[in-house]
């Protein structure tokens, strides 16, 4: 697997190896071989009937879902569905009722270097305010034995380098984001958890996250993210596990759960539409005629629609897929779930 440090600082890559671009491409070419279909297909993390409860508060009920490396899946839920406190469970700060929580096939507890296997920026963070970032990054790095070099090296890859010294109590928010995604970097995990991890940031900031955490993904690494910002998740999550009231809602690619979205339609245009709507019809698509003479199906690829056309000889003279956008899937299928809503909204 790459090093952090060759990812997000692209600029120093080439010096790292000796003998030039050569040396370059055989470490890239390794770190490919590195990473099989055979692993991309494992789960890492594994969720399994996970209950939590809070006194009567069931937070997260039976809940099993799992995530596999080398992508970002996205964990969606409205306020209060047990998110965060999934991820707790996940690492070990909080005990489930019943239930397991692994990684690679370990509790967090059982994990013999923590730090170097998962990493995690979590809602609630605990920074002493007087206590420096590099100080503070220092001290965590001391409880896992890794190096001090290491410490201005994730600094750098979070550009705090220039104010490490100052009291991270000083830090705005995007700062203290960027600092806790630096102690997640310590130690160099595999695994990585992050609730909310674009809160506060600015356009600017919001960026630089995404293009982090989809290049650690690339790089065979597992992202588990949580966000609030339905554009943004679209932008960065290859797979999505959406949850409501605690329960499991879907856990599905991004693509397959917008195109299977009752808004996702795709628009065909043909001379000889009337013979292709009943072959789609008997494919279990779902068909309606628009003003213009197009027809839209719904329930259906635009790769099946095409492959049906031809099949039956039919000239097609569109095939327009209109995706639902996150957002509306998210609505659609968190309707029932959500237990705070605003006014006008029914209350639950
Ligand atoms: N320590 C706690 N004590 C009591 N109840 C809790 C505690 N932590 C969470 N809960 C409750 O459990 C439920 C799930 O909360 P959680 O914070 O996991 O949701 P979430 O999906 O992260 O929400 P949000 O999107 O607002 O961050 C909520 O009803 C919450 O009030
Ligand atoms: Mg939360």
């Given at each position: ?9 692209d ?5 790292r ?23 991309a ?91 420096s ?20 090296e ?12 100052q ?24 695994v ?6 674009v ?62 979205s ?53 000239a ?33």
């Amino acid at each position: 697997m790459h090093r952090l440090a060759d990812l997000c600082q692209d600029k120093r890559a080439p010096a790292r190896h000796s003998n030039g671009a050569l040396g370059y491409l055989r470490t890239f070419a390794a770190n490919l071989r590195d990473f099989s279909t055979e692993e991309a297909e494992r789960p890492v993390i594994e969720v399994r009937g996970l209950t939590k409860r809070y006194g009567d508060k069931v937070a997260v009920d039976d809940l099993s879902f799992s995530v596999k490396p080398g992508v970002v899946t996205g964990f969606l839920g409205p306020n209060g569905s047990g998110k965060s406190t999934t991820m707790r469970v996940i690492m070990g700060l909080d005990r489930p009722n019943t239930g397991t929580a692994t990684i690679n096939g370990r509790s967090y507890h059982d994990l013999d270097w923590p730090l170097r296997e998962v990493g995690a920026l979590l809602e609630a963070r605990a920074i002493h305010p007087g206590r420096s970032a590099r100080a503070h990054l220092w001290m965590l790095a001391q409880t896992n034995q890794i190096a001090r070099s290491r410490v201005d090296e994730v600094l750098d890859i979070v550009g705090l380098s220039e104010v490490a010294g100052q009291p991270a109590g000083k830090f705005s928010l995007g700062m203290g984001q960027r600092l806790g995604i630096a102690a997640s970097l310590l130690g160099d995990p595999g695994v990585l958890l992050y609730d909310e991890p674009v809160n506060g940031l600015d356009a600017e900031g919001i960026r630089w996250v995404r293009n982090l955490l989809t290049g650690l993904a690339r790089q065979g690494r597992t992202l588990f993210v949580s966000s609030h910002l339905m554009s943004e998740m679209a932008q960065m999550a290859d797979d999505v596990v959406v949850i409501g009231r605690g329960r499991l809602i879907t856990e599905a690619p991004m693509d397959g759960l917008l195109e299977s979205s009752q808004q996702s339609f795709v628009r065909v245009r043909s001379p000889k539409i009337d013979a292709l709507v009943p072959i789609l019809e008997a494919r279990g698509a779902r068909t309606s005629r628009a003003p213009d003479g197009s027809v839209n199906v719904s329930g259906m690829s635009e790769a099946t629609v095409g492959d049906l056309a031809f099949e039956a000889g039919v000239a097609l003279h569109e095939l327009a897929p209109n995706n639902a956008s996150l957002e509306e899937v998210f609505m659609e299928l968190t309707e029932e779930s959500v237990e705070y809503h605003g006014a006008g909204g029914e209350s639950r």
